[in-house]
């Protein structure tokens, strides 16, 4: 039997979503997705469709987040919460290598890189522009071996957002809100209306067809696509912030002695928040761990952040001690070295650094303030 | 390469509830390889057999709180090549740095029937007040994992690995929902330094500030934002004066008017 399609589009009943589950469990794969843990939607196993936040949505704002009902009995009627899916493919810890002595020397064994194949199920367009932010990252120069057995065994299964927080900003990051064609391996359309409750899936790879096959589908009405693009636009046209990016390289790589750079520094408790939510920050610091006897020694990865003292530790000390020098590094790696380094801004807009700061940073605010006060960029500006 | 084939190794308590020590002694299956790896020399504690010093590596936990203790942290001072503070007794004083801020004749005369019998000072202090310091590790009580860090660089001749980051690090690793920003709950992590692992926001409390400030933190800021979740100066006081009630910058924090809003 064999699956519809790619870029073909067809419409799943809500009552048919335990066969789509139960079809990618049956074609191996482990699903993670959104489910309410600690008063939050966070990542997790889903098994059943009641492990989806089935009726709940949040409300993230500056360094606030509440849950709460809603009206009707939607899957994914939320926008982002806490998690963001980077620990599924970069983890926040990672053991990277064993150690042992023998009689004359010692024998280095790399972590195997085996493991589940992940589903990750209701990912936004925000989330699938960080993925492709981090795959720039880990697969590009020296591919890290890691990362890339898990992205190569994963899939992607996209929904589209019905509707935008008020920390929202990818319209202007030009990450979203709806989905391009074969971005994500499947990409659902979740569509409520008080007769039916259904959703529109569009193929976007041979992986993705295969798992359909056999889940109950039917080919998508001409109204369930005018549907489906009036929910998108609609969320595009509702984006709670927005970040005015013209120029925003030099903008930025032009002002480091600007005097918000202090302003936002008496606020910034250098917690390492921001960075650790975010779905793309990939910075890491590595450790040895030796057992007492010094016959065995691992390596360990972890997620580090330019927030803490330790990142520029160098032989004279930290090179970025006050807090002020190290905001200025993250907005300004963020939002414009990231395009030397890496060909793309390292901002996906979804906005959980405003969210998950405990103090309510607000990195399009930060940016509002020095263009409304610095010089205008220039094409002269130092690279 | 290890010292000596065998260093020794010393613990030494001071004015404290025994937490930190029992924290060697719970190593379980490490507590054996820490037990091959160095000689227990004194440890009483653990034994009442004790091998005369100098000692290679000294652990110290608790505060001075007596002329007598004061006089003693000298002589551990004296006969340790390396001296290691565990705890935050030792490090800053401990709980009972409660009564740097109070008159602490007037505790003894409710406490005690015969408060002339007491003999102690007015102030509980950190080891580091009284003698040169090679090392403090932080926690109430130490982590386990640290305290076994801190033996394994010694031994490795290496500097341990210890984050001085915030808890807020070891929250977001583990995936813990942050419990100030999902819930409005008062939590010190954003400005004590990690070690704990972020137990307490793992069982949907805040942050006590068992392991005392991180490396750079903004106690302005902070109090900023727990006068706006509702946290009151008499509240922030007690947030504030726990097991590192005697640092000094905890101490300031507790103490500090609520700063102004900051302007935009």
């Known amino acids: 039997m064999s699956g519809p399609e790619v870029g073909s589009r067809h419409e799943l009943e809500r009552g048919a979503f335990p066969a789509f589950l139960a079809s990618l469990e049956r074609h191996g794969y482990s699903v993670v997705g959104p489910t309410v843990r600690d008063q939050a939607i966070v990542y997790g196993e889903i098994h059943r469709v009641e492990d989806l936040p089935i009726g709940w949505t949040d409300r993230p704002g500056a360094g606030s987040y509440r849950i709460e009902r809603r009206a009707d009995a939607a899957l994914f009627g939320y926008n982002v919460g806490p998690h963001s899916w980077k620990r599924y493919l970069y983890p926040a810890h990672e053991r990277l290598w064993t150690a042992e002595r023998d009689a004359s020397s010692f024998t280095v064994r790399p972590e195997p890189t085996d493991g589940p194949a992940l589903a990750l199920l209701g990912v936004r367009a925000c989330e699938l522009a960080a993925i492709q932010v981090q795959d720039r990252v880990f697969l590009g120069g020296a591919p890290d071996p890691g990362y890339r057995a898990r992205r190569q065994r994963l899939l992607r299964i996209a929904v589209q957002c019905g509707q935008a927080a008020a920390t929202c900003f990818c319209v202007s990051m030009g990450t979203g809100p709806g989905v391009a064609p074969a971005a994500a391996d499947l990409a659902l359309t979740e569509l409520i209306r008080p007769e039916r409750h259904y959703f529109l899936v569009e193929v976007g790879t041979p992986e993705g067809a295969r798992v359909l096959e056999g889940v109950p589908l039917r080919p998508a009405a001409v109204e369930t696509e005018r549907a489906a693009e009036a929910l998108v636009a609609a969320t595009a046209s509702s984006m709670g912030r927005t970040m005015d990016t013209s120029g925003i390289r030099d903008l930025l790589v032009l002002q480091p002695e600007h005097p918000r750079w202090e302003v936002v520094a008496r606020r910034c408790l250098s917690c390492t928040n921001c960075t650790l939510a975010c779905p793309t920050c990939f910075c890491s610091t590595t450790e040895e761990v030796p057992t007492l006897s010094g016959e065995r020694v691992e390596r360990w990865r972890r997620w580090d952040s330019c927030f803490t003292l330790g990142f520029t530790e160098l032989h004279s000390g930290s090179a970025r001690r006050s807090t002020a020098s190290r905001y200025r590094q993250w907005l300004t790696h963020k939002l414009a070295t990231w395009h030397d380094q890496f060909g793309s801004s390292g901002c996906v807009g979804c906005g959980r650094c405003i969210t998950w700061c405990p103090v309510g940073i607000d990195l399009t605010e930060e940016v509002a303030a020095i263009r409304a006060t610095g010089p205008p960029a220039t094409p002269e500006a130092p690279r | ?264």
């Open chain 2, 1 to 264: 390469m290890p010292r000596s084939p065998r260093p020794k190794l010393a613990v030494w308590k001071f004015a404290s509830c025994d937490g930190c020590q029992l924290s060697v002694l719970d190593l379980e299956d490490d507590l054996l390889a820490l037990a091959g790896a160095v000689e227990i020399a004194n440890f009483r504690e653990a034994s009442s057999a004790v091998v005369d010093g100098p000692y290679d590596l000294s652990l110290v936990e608790g505060s001075v709180t007596t002329e007598e203790d004061a006089r003693r942290i000298r002589e551990v001072r004296a006969e340790s090549r390396i001296l290691v503070t565990i705890g935050a007794c030792a490090t800053s004083g401990g709980i009972q740095a409660l009564r740097n801020f109070a008159d602490v004749k007037e505790f003894a005369r409710v406490v005690y029937a015969r408060p002339e019998y007491v003999r102690t000072l007015a102030t509980s202090t950190a080891i580091r007040e009284h003698v040169p310091v090679d090392l403090e590790l932080r926690g109430c009580p130490v982590n386990k994992a640290q305290l076994l860090e801190v033996v394994s660089a010694y031994l490795g001749d290496r500097s341990p690995n210890l984050p001085t980051e915030s808890v807020c690090a070891s929250c977001k690793r583990r995936g813990t929902v942050c419990v100030m920003v999902a819930r409005g709950t008062p939590c010190l992590g954003p400005v004590t330094q990690s070690g704990c692992g972020a137990l307490c926001p793992a069982y949907d409390r805040g942050c006590y500030g068992c392991f005392g400030p991180a490396e750079t933190p903004n106690l302005p800021s902070m109090v900023r934002r727990l006068d706006e979740l509702g946290v009151d100066a008499a509240a922030r006081v007690r947030l504030f004066r726990t097991f590192n009630a005697g640092d000094p910058l905890f101490r300031e924090a507790a103490n500090a008017s609520a700063p102004p809003a900051e302007a935009r």
